[in-house]
């Protein structure tokens, strides 16, 4: 939500927001969601998903408004933070909650379905602070709706607790009221670091990282970059961020679960090597521009649209597919949270300089590591190339 109106707050005179705190606050925002990767997953099976739920609600309303009201910049990074870390573990206390709901062939598409309502509610949003912002609000009074919605969740989450206590359908352990199984005990850490020390491993664990850039850029950089480079207003630079960024729903609802779902593991991976390496031209395009015979103004908005089509699908499915592949139903939780892990520590850092060296508006530098990890997430396609000979070889073998 603070994202969304980064390009406001920065131009507020009232609210001094300077570079180097911006800074510092997007880093902690990837140490704390760091922290609620590493912690999420003890805390929920400890206390059960839809209680955490109603925590996090809470937490959301409390920091929301304080956010909002509040003068001090270090009040408004802590709130941030806060708020940061009631999202991360937000997605944790879901998945635990569909393993108690569904079946284990209808969770996949349960998944989907909530990967990709989390991406249209962040663009819709985007487009919503976008359209106030227009209307001449101040962005402190386009952010008070968000509080209201979390507060009306964390009522509805809590008579859903209560509903399910009431009507019996768990036994009296915290985990046990609201739906929630305890997760498996996790792998020895011999069987774990068998995996860790394939080529396959970090064929897949590599990209996965440096793709998980391209949510901080989208989330964090792309409103400013749009404002800076191509002269939008802060509202419409927001509102057409959200617009890109809903680019990563069409991915995963039409070309993940219409497509790739249906195809074999050597049509995936091809698949994959094309959607990475469209990433790959838009972000050199983009990050070269200034080179180009061209004014490349016009196809800016269309061209980071299809980049946030292109991404989603490599950043969300395949490696989810292979922690499942590698880790069964005892590890599949450790090596998810582990890439999830490595990617929050890379954006700590990468967060850091991208606001340093985007400063003074000019963002080809930004893009231009995008693109090389881009180069580097062609790996990705290649570990599934390589997984599917090895399957390819295996059946072979029996046969």
């Known amino acids: 939500m603070v994202p969304s109106v980064m390009t406001s707050i920065l131009a507020d005179e009232a609210f001094v927001l300077s570079v180097d705190a911006r800074k510092d606050m997007l880093a902690g925002v990837s140490a704390v969601c760091l922290l609620g990767k590493v912690l999420g997953g003890l805390i929920t099976d400890a206390v ?20 909002t009201t509040t003068t001090s910049v270090a009040t408004f990074g802590a709130m941030w933070w806060l708020n940061s870390l009631a999202y991360t573990v937000t997605w944790g ?3 635990q909650i569909i393993g108690a709901s569904y079946e284990v062939s209808e969770r996949p598409a349960q998944l989907t379905r909530i990967a990709s309502a989390s991406r249209f509610g962040a663009s819709l949003g985007s487009m919503f602070f976008g359209r106030l912002l227009k209307a001449g609000l101040h962005w402190r009074q386009a952010l008070m709706p968000t509080g209201i919605v979390q507060a009306l969740l964390a009522v509805l989450c809590t008579l859903t607790l209560f509903a399910r206590r009431g009507a019996g359908k768990e036994s009296g352990t915290a985990a046990q009221i609201d739906a929630s199984k305890a997760a498996p005990p996790p792998p020895s850490r011999s069987a774990a670091w068998a995996h860790v020390a394939t080529i396959d491993f970090w064929l897949m664990f590599i990209p996965k990282i440096v793709i998980f850039t ?7 950089f792309l409103a400013p970059y749009l404002h800076s480079s191509f002269g939008y207003s802060h509202g419409d630079a927001t509102t057409l961020a959200g617009l890109c960024s809903g680019g990563s729903v069409i ?7 219409r497509v790739y779902k249906k195809m074999s593991l050597d049509r995936q991976a091809a698949l994959v090597f094309f959607l990475v390496l469209v990433c790959l031209l838009i972000s050199a395009l983009l990050a070269f521009s200034a080179a180009l015979p061209f004014d490349i103004s016009p196809l800016a908005v269309p061209l980071l649209f299809v980049w946030g089509l292109a991404y989603a699908l490599p950043f969300y499915l395949p490696p989810g597919e292979f922690a499942l592949r590698i880790g069964g139903k005892t590890a599949a939780a450790l090596f998810t949270n582990l890439f999830d892990a490595g990617g929050f ?9 991208a606001t340093k060296s985007s400063k003074d508006g000019d963002f080809a530098a930004v893009l231009q590591t995008l693109s090389l990890f881009a180069l580097i997430s062609l790996g990705m396609p290649w570990c599934m190339y390589r997984q599917y000979r090895s399957a390819e070889a295996a059946a072979k073998k029996a046969a």
Do not use: E, K, P
């Open 48 to 67: 059960g998903g839809w209680t955490l739920l109603v925590a996090v609600f809470i937490c959301f309303t409390a920091s929301s408004f304080v956010l």
């Open 93 to 95: 206390a879901a998945c």
């Open 214 to 220: 391209y949510t901080q850029f989208f989330m964090n």
């Open 251 to 257: 991915g995963l609802l039409v070309i993940g679960d």
């Open 345 to 353: 520590t890379v954006s700590f850092f990468w967060n850091r300089w």
